[in-house]
């Protein structure tokens, strides 16, 4: 069918900015937007890109106000959650009623048209003996082939990970998976596996379409600084733009899902705010997002590169955040890599706008802390007045690392009262400080 065209990445791909206003207002509005939840999914993992994706149209339930997230996906509605993602409306309205080309899939399926426009762009191809298995539940290994395809990825080169099931990839796979978990699309779990052949549910296929988005970057139609809030009128300004909060908005800050009635211009003060529109302009979907986190860490998962923290003191909740490959990792002023980090570190991280997962992270390891209590002597002892009030001195390694109010220093640059942070080694109370950070 001629006019149906897949859009791929490095044509039109929008990478919004950290800063400044990115208004992405969608040409069709051809698929039915909604704000309002379903009713089981506010308990599960997902329920944020369910929201999004609903808002998005881009998934639909299964009736009675259900999504049934833990249910297997099947085919044909991995098919309507991808044509819709790709704004191909009027391709489906186009095909309506057709002879479908796959010979078990008949013209009063309700996702023939779906299916039809998903084969005509190539991301499905179906099988060989000219099905599709429009109701059979799809793997992982296979949702990733087609989000291969759908970002024009098929001839990029990439190394699988080493997860612990790697051998059970088939030979024609590997190469799109490879490029799928390079591109952030699928990750591993817990215990370090990927599980290929997995049947994917339907929250997996959610999350996975929202990385597809968040790759094409058309995750958002709205994102910038939030400049003003009016709770008497519903309505959200962005950069100087106004925009009005529809009722039954899904509404985001920080994670936590907040009732719009609610909200404050204190909620929404992080650094970022991305909404999605109705068709007549209204905001169904809003969070805010922190570009910056800074606290402690609680834990760290080598195998899926996950980070969680939480507050200096632990006073407040924990949160959780990907790292990937091409993150830049630091601790203690040296190049680093995520299994280094370790309870208790102090650490700083840098978000990405577009999937929310960490991109840069500088972590400390703080062994011991006080207030200089005298001139730092070259090739001595630094010595520092710790919160007991005692005096405490530590030899410094020749290969210290040292800074000053953020930027690298010599040690002769710092001053008595100037708070000083230590990593020694060995870790102990009369370790060599390998890392100093002061400010004054």
Not at 26 to 34: I, K, Q
Request: hydrophobic residues 45%; glycine residues 10%.
């Amino acid at each position: 069918m001629a006019g149906i065209k897949l859009v791929t990445r490095g044509t039109t791909r929008r990478r919004p900015a950290l800063i400044g206003l990115v208004i992405a207002l969608l040409t069709s509005f051809l698929v039915a937007r909604n704000g309002a939840a379903f009713i089981d999914t506010s308990r599960t993992w997902a329920s944020q890109v369910v929201d999004q994706l609903k808002a998005r149209g881009v998934v639909d339930g299964v009736g009675a106000g259900r999504f049934s997230p833990d249910s297997p996906v099947t085919r044909a509605q991995v098919a309507r959650m991808l044509v819709s993602a790709l704004r191909q409306g009027a391709a489906v309205q186009a095909l309506r009623g057709a002879t479908p080309r796959f010979a078990d899939l008949t013209a009063d399926h309700w996702a023939a048209d779906y299916v039809e426009v998903a084969a005509e762009l190539g991301v499905f191809k179906g099988y060989g003996d000219g099905s599709f298995h429009p109701d059979a539940t799809i793997s992982r290994l296979e949702l990733a082939t087609v989000m291969v395809r759908v970002l024009g990825l098929e001839k990029e080169a990439a190394a699988l990970p080493p997860f612990s099931d790697q051998n059970s990839v088939p030979d024609w796979g590997r190469p799109y998976l490879a490029v799928a978990a390079k591109e952030g699309l699928v990750q591993g779990y817990e215990d370090g596996t990927l599980r290929p052949a997995a049947p994917v549910t339907r929250a997996e296929a959610a999350s996975l379409v929202a990385r597809l988005l968040a790759a094409r970057g058309d995750r958002f139609d709205v994102e910038g600084s939030l400049t003003r809030y009016q709770p008497d009128r519903a309505r959200v300004e962005l950069e100087g733009r106004a925009w009005s909060l529809a009722q039954d908005a899904a509404v985001y800050v920080s994670g936590r899902k907040v009732a719009p009635a609610e909200l404050s211009s204190a909620d929404l003060s992080p650094d970022l705010t991305r909404a999605i529109l109705d068709p007549s302009g209204r905001i169904t979907y809003l969070d805010s997002v922190p570009m910056q986190a800074i606290g402690r860490v609680k834990g760290v998962d080598p195998a899926t590169g996950k980070i969680t923290w939480g507050p200096w003191d632990g006073s407040g909740p924990e949160r959780s955040a990907l790292a990937g490959s091409a993150a830049a990792v630091f601790k203690n002023g040296r190049r680093s890599a995520v299994p280094d980090l370790a309870p208790g570190d102090r650490v700083y991280l840098l978000f990405d706008s577009r999937d929310g997962g960490v991109r840069a992270v500088d972590a400390v390891r703080v062994d011991a802390q006080g207030v200089l209590a005298a001139p730092a002597p070259p090739g001595g002892l630094l010595s520092l007045t710790v919160p007991d009030g005692r005096t405490m001195n530590y030899s410094v390694a020749a290969e210290a690392v040292a800074f000053l109010n953020g930027d690298r220093a010599a040690l002769s640059q710092l001053r008595p009262g100037d708070r000083v942070i230590l990593a020694l080694d060995p870790p102990c109370a009369y370790g060599t400080a390998v890392y100093v950070e002061a400010a004054r």
